[in-house]
């Protein structure tokens, strides 16, 4: 059964900068398994901020990026304001599609 | 504007049946490459399949724990995606959402339906 990890949990101060990752048990995460990263807030549904890597939608603040880093999918968060604190998801693809168990980020 | 609505959700016994359905509109739903995803309570977000597109085979795929009792299907006659439920057990408790990607991209979510299966 194929794992996907994130951290549990992140803090941050405002303004600062985190950087939350994603590991397959399979081993290096490539640009082959086209990460995509989700923010989900309490009582929202998701709404998908990165895909294939580091790909933004319109509506992506420019403060999220994504990108591969150390064998992980990575999201980096510059700038942190306090809207941004929820729960952030990866997608990693293997003939199927597994999220990441996800990480909830505190913005304090 | 873009739109996902899910509809179907309910409280049903284990063993019992059910079927979700997700209506779109504001973009060509034929085009779109269809998912399903739940989220138990509580819990983080689970893949549960996912429909390709006509021209690119409307080939389906499933999550393991639910493959051989839900179906995906799709009507591009009526913009609608199905997710047809059956044998449920009580940890396909959840609410369920439709994801839709245009252009190798998920880029549209519905706000979700929800399931109980009480034992």
């Known amino acids: 059964q194929t794992v996907v990890t994130q951290e549990p949990s992140l803090t941050v101060s405002p303004g600062g900068t985190v950087t939350l990752t994603c590991a397959s048990s399979t081993g290096a995460v490539t640009s082959d398994f086209y990460p995509n990263w989700f923010q989900q807030k309490p009582g929202q549904a998701p709404r998908t901020l990165i895909y294939?890597?580091?790909n933004k939608h319109s509506w992506t603040p420019a403060r999220f990026s994504g990108s591969l880093l150390g064998g992980k999918a990575a999201l980096t968060l510059s700038g942190v304001q306090p809207e941004d604190e929820a729960d952030y998801y990866c997608?990693?693809?293997?003939?199927?599609?597994?999220f990441g168990g996800g990480t909830k980020l505190t913005v304090l | 504007e873009v739109q996902l609505v899910e509809s179907g959700g309910d409280l049903v016994k284990a063993g019992g049946s059910l079927r979700l359905s997700c209506a779109a509109s504001g973009f060509t739903f034929s085009n779109a490459w269809m998912s399903w995803v739940r989220q138990a309570p509580g819990k983080g977000l689970e893949w549960v399949g996912r429909?390709?597109?006509?021209?690119?085979?409307?080939?389906?795929e499933y999550a393991a724990p639910v493959k051989g009792r839900f179906t995906i299907s799709r009507d591009d006659s009526k913009n609608t995606l199905y997710l047809q439920m059956n044998s449920l057990k009580t940890e396909d408790t959840a609410v369920y959402y439709c994801?839709?990607?245009?252009?190798?991209?998920?880029?549209?979510w519905g706000q979700g339906t929800k399931v109980t299966v009480s034992s």
């Open positions: 997608l990693l693809y293997y003939g199927g599609w597994v």
């Open positions: 429909i390709k597109s006509k021209t690119d085979g409307e080939t389906i």
């Open positions: 294939s890597t580091s």
């Open positions: 994801l839709g990607a245009t252009s190798g991209a998920f880029d549209m």
